[in-house]
């Protein structure tokens, strides 16, 4: 849809309105013959500069109609240009990375990475506070937050860039979900970028189960971000599994490409196993879940308890062997 509405003129000043031009086509595209049809567009404005006439066509309000048609051949294109006001912002990350660490000690980390573009009417000339303070309606165009919709049983949360902790966010309990309001430290104008990360933390028992006949765990998880209207261009999930596992899979109801990583962190010995996922171009759409089955062992859930107790014991036989041993140079006695 992005690519089909283009703001027109592409550079605006501030405080003015933003101009889009839909493109489409007039006929319903289709593989056979159309007896008869009529489409229908349904604008964000009335304001309409202009828009193409293929007849009969009526524009009434907000809706542009065109047809009845009769007789429309196979694939038949008739370009469709509409030249109307749109002052919604084009909010698109340019990248998304959303990664769920697992633990099989209580806890799943949630942390997403965003890159963040405003592909509306990109502002030309200076930026003024001043003039956005006193009337930031004056810009429809500019993202001055983001919400995202995340689980009811979510704690912790933060908010951060390259600079450091950002306070400007507050998150809101809704009947079945939390409300986490992202605020960025500047409003994103036409063709402005951003660049941070958020992340909280899950109870890992409603996410995570076990097969009691087969021993395997099953893990699900959202794919996307609750965020509505929002188009990723290149978006990645990454599920670090616990170390020790093996046999793992991934079931998704949408086609994904699939690689894998080791990730090394405190206590580990090999590493962390990470399935990496990727797809391009998805929307809130795609807010859908997947389950991740693996295998670990129990010997494998106590590997970093039993290296600290080690750690701890050969520190402990350590301290009791050096107390026994005198290694002071002493002077011989004189008879």
């Excluded at 008739?78 to 919604?88: A, C, D, K, L």
């Excluded at 992340?199 to 699900?220: A, C, R, W």
């Amino acid at each position: 849809m992005i690519e089909q509405m283009i703001p027109y003129p592409s550079e605006i000043k501030q405080g003015q309105t933003q101009l889009v031009l839909y493109l489409n086509n007039h006929y319903f595209t289709s593989p056979y013959k159309t007896e008869t049809q009529k489409t229908t567009v349904k604008l964000a404005s009335s304001k309409v500069e202009s828009y193409s006439e293929e007849q009969p066509t009526s524009l009434k309000g907000m809706t542009v109609t065109y047809g009845p048609y009769s007789a429309i051949e196979a694939f038949s294109v008739s370009p469709m240009r509409i030249h109307y006001e749109n002052g919604s912002p084009f909010l698109v990350l340019t990248n998304l990375l959303k990664e769920y660490e697992v633990s099989h000690w209580g806890n799943l980390a949630v942390e997403t990475h965003y890159q963040l573009e405003n592909k509306g009417a990109h502002l030309v000339g200076t930026f003024s506070r001043l003039d956005y303070q006193r009337n930031p309606s004056a810009n429809p165009n500019q993202i001055a937050e983001v919400n995202e919709a995340v689980p009811l049983s979510a704690a912790d949360f933060y908010y951060r860039d390259s600079i450091g902790n950002i306070s400007t966010s507050s998150y809101q309990y809704l009947s079945n979900r939390i409300n986490f309001k992202i605020q960025p430290r500047f409003p994103l104008m036409g063709g402005w970028k951003n660049t941070f990360y958020t992340g909280y933390n899950l109870p890992i028992e409603k996410f995570l189960s076990v097969d009691t006949v087969t021993g395997q765990y099953h893990l699900n998880v959202t794919f996307g971000v609750g965020i509505d209207n929002v188009y990723v261009e290149n978006h990645i999930l990454k599920i670090v599994l616990p170390e020790g596992a093996t046999d793992i899979k991934v079931h998704a109801p949408f086609a994904f490409t699939q690689s894998e990583e080791n990730r090394k962190t405190y206590l580990d010995t090999v590493g962390r196993p990470v399935v990496v996922i990727n797809v391009k171009d998805t929307a809130s759409e795609n807010y859908r879940y997947i389950q991740v089955t693996y295998n670990l062992s129990s010997l494998s859930i106590f590997h970093e308890p039993l290296l600290v107790i080690g750690a701890v014991f050969t520190l402990c036989i350590f301290i009791i062997l050096y107390s026994r041993f005198d290694l002071s140079i002493s002077k011989s006695k004189q008879i």
